[in-house]
């Protein structure tokens, strides 16, 4: 008895392609791209983060920072010209994660126990404390063994082999590196809340694939939309009557996770977001998320033939969208290809509009494009899903 | 009312409609039979202008149905086969949401949903959510929704599918009402005693050909000879197999029930003669004229309708 029991629910699996694709497929895609996106992220052959260095001190120690820079295995150097504040910030909202100014006579004061000359850290607000962390430990190696040697050579004639080890501080950047993070005020620094809503904003609004694609397929095989198009609904008509409701929806959903960083997050004592300065930008980034995410729920909805069909195609296009955009692994984390491939991702664009928003201080000329580009792609689907939807009408399908 | 000419549909190399001729006058209650596959539903859906096809012409209200589509719809209405509803929705609900649709409003809105909702005896369930309805009970909302324009045409595609006898009984006597006010109604169906008790006039589909239309009773009339079921006391199925070889024309329904097919009193003689050798008492013999069912095999020869 146990056996037939065993054998018919094998054969069912086996037999059902879409449980077959979510136990089998997805996964397999899933740790293919996530493998793809965290290549190399613990190896030390990748230069991960991007940097400029403005040597204000121009002195062979100056020379010698650069030098130990562009040798380091974790580090890139920014290939775009910085020449001015106004360049810098453009870059470090863009691609550059650091730009360290040497200030004229850091290495003057660099074996000195309280210097008055701090190194400058400016620091794109997208980066993460992994990521800051990083970049810390490898300045402090820099810094630590250039110091070293200079003491050593000022002590050698003194001291010969002997010497006191040096204390915590001599080897510690932070009483030697002022930090800032681009786009906000000197010491403020960005919290995690900052830097993780926005991911959970723009994965959240496309899961309205689920709840739409369910409810059209159910029309459509009940044949209500049929119904519909028999009282002269034209397909326009058909797609805006839940385009429009759906996107308010995600409105609502913006609403609602905006919120929960404002007020619910600080009450389980992580730091409260604070939602940017533009909510004319905030508006134009969610409602072009919007018109992507309904955009794709309704090509999924007209080319998929069962709900569980849909489901399973919808939730593996959310989580690869997810992985390939910068979602689950910071897009610095990737390899360049992947990288590369990132910006194909729409939840890419959404993520870095809000990122300009939230984190950036940025307003709605700077998420314009990001904006544009979301409202293009879906769009595009939205006219490709009326294309198929016309299609398979005529079909009957 | 309805005038089709030489329609042609076919898709991936199949014949669904195969040069259909039809014709069916204001107010007739017309019946669409055959199996399934045999191009009821494509004509209906044709016929709605859901379905596009090749040749032929088709005028509905003296109008080109390609030209005038959205002019013929308004005056026409399509009830489908699955319950096009919203079972979240309440019936009132569903019906101010199908009105809404179709731009009915203000005192409009209020007399094509009383008229929807007393046609289909839906009073009592107006504020009931249709998921809690009975099987009839949306059937007949599925039928309201249909009303609220208040067509002049109506297409039903098996609307009794999967209903009880008795919600089943009603349906048919709200779509044979419809005649009193009129109206047409074209009527897809594979059950022959539905299509025999509301339709005046019918047509009978094959494999995508007509292989029969006009008058109800001009069609059976075509077949002279009557049928007889004769109803046994008892009996056994061995005894009545036995008895059958004897007899021609003799078949076995049950273990109870036999049909004697074209039946003249010679026939009905010997199977008398040998029911009584058998000593098997009879109940009740009852004549009847000869069914849809026996002309839809007789001109398809297929033994079931449900091929």
């Given amino acids: 008895m146990f056996k037939a029991m065993l054998i018919k629910e094998f054969i069912l699996v086996m037999r059902d392609k879409h449980a077959l694709a979510a136990l089998f497929i997805m996964p397999s895609i899933f740790i293919l791209i996530m493998s793809m996106a965290l290549k190399d992220t613990f190896g030390s052959d990748r230069a991960l983060l991007q940097y400029v260095l403005i040597d204000q001190d121009q002195t062979s120690m100056s020379r010698e920072i650069a030098r130990a820079f562009e040798e380091s295995k974790i580090l890139r150097e920014y290939e775009e010209t910085v020449a001015d504040h106004e360049q810098l910030q453009r870059a470090l909202n863009n691609e550059l994660h650091f730009a360290l100014t040497i200030p004229k006579g850091f290495t003057a004061q660099l074996a000195a126990e309280n210097p008055s000359s701090l190194l400058h850290l400016d620091v794109a607000s997208d980066i993460r404390q992994e990521a800051l962390s990083l970049f810390q430990g490898e300045l402090t190696s820099i810094l630590m063994r250039l110091r070293m040697e200079t003491m050593l050579k000022e002590l050698k004639p003194l001291l010969g082999d002997r010497g006191d080890a040096p204390g915590k501080d001599f080897f510690s950047t932070d009483t030697r590196v002022q930090i800032h993070f681009n786009g906000m005020e000197t010491g403020q620094i960005p919290t995690s809340t900052q830097q993780s809503v926005p991911s959970w904003i723009v994965f959240g609004m496309f899961f309205i694939i689920i709840p739409m694609s369910t409810v059209f397929i159910n029309e459509r095989k009940q044949n209500t939309l049929m119904r519909m198009h028999a009282m002269n609904i034209s397909i326009p008509t058909l797609f805006a009557g839940k385009i429009i409701p759906y996107m308010i929806i995600n409105q609502i959903q913006v609403c609602l996770m905006v919120a929960v960083g404002i007020f619910i997050v600080p009450l389980l004592g992580a730091e409260a977001l604070t939602p940017g300065n533009s909510i004319t930008g905030l508006f134009l980034v969610s409602m072009g998320l919007s018109i992507a995410a309904v955009g794709t729920s309704v090509l999924i909805a007209v080319s998929a033939s069962t709900i569980e069909q849909a489901t399973t195609i919808g939730g593996l296009v959310n989580i690869l969208l997810g992985a390939i955009g910068g979602i689950m692994v910071p897009k610095f984390f990737m390899p360049p290809i992947m990288q590369s491939l990132a910006n194909f991702s729409p939840m890419s664009w959404g993520l870095e509009g809000f990122l300009d928003i939230f984190l950036r201080g940025l307003g709605p000329k700077d998420v314009l494009l990001e904006s544009l580009a979301l409202t293009g792609f879906g769009t595009a689907l939205l006219l490709l899903a009326w294309l198929v939807f016309d299609h398979k009408i005529k079909r009957g399908v | ?307």
């Fill in chain 2, 1 to 307: 009312m309805i005038s089709i000419k030489n329609l042609l549909k076919s898709y991936d190399g199949h014949i669904a409609l195969n040069h259909i001729d039809l014709h069916v006058d204001k107010g007739v209650i017309f019946g669409l039979l055959g199996p399934n596959g045999a191009g009821k539903s494509t004509l209906v859906s044709i016929l709605n202008g859901l379905t596009a096809f090749q040749e032929g012409t088709i005028e509905i209200f003296g109008m080109d149905l390609q030209k005038n589509l959205k002019a013929i719809r308004r005056r026409s209405t399509f009830i489908p086969q699955s319950l096009a509803l919203y079972e979240n929705l309440s019936v009132i609900e569903n019906l101010r949401f199908f009105a809404g649709l179709q731009n009915i409003n203000g005192p409009a809105l209020r007399d094509s949903i009383e008229y929807a909702i007393s046609v289909n005896q839906l009073h009592p369930f107006i504020e009931q959510k249709a998921a809690t309805l009975s099987g009839g009970q949306k059937r007949r909302l599925n039928i309201a929704i249909g009303l609220l324009n208040k067509p002049e045409i109506l297409y039903f595609d098996e609307p009794t599918i999967g209903i009880d006898p008795e919600s089943r009984g009603e349906i048919l006597s709200t779509i044979r009402s419809f005649k009193e006010d009129n109206k047409t109604v074209i009527y897809t169906s594979h059950y022959m005693d539905e299509i025999e008790k509301i339709c005046d006039e019918a047509a009978i589909l094959d494999h995508g050909n007509m292989v029969d239309q006009g008058r109800l009773e001009t069609m059976l009339q075509g077949t002279k000879n009557q049928s007889a079921v004769i109803e046994l006391v008892f009996s056994s199925r061995l005894q009545l197999a036995q008895l059958v070889q004897t007899v021609t024309d003799v078949k076995v329904i049950d273990d109870n029930t036999l049909l004697l097919e074209q039946q003249d009193s010679t026939k009905m003689a010997k199977l008398l003669t040998a029911l009584e050798e058998e000593k098997l008492p009879i109940k009740q013999i009852r004549y009847q004229s000869v069914s849809l069912e026996s002309l839809f095999i007789s001109l398809t020869n297929r033994k079931e309708l449900n091929v």
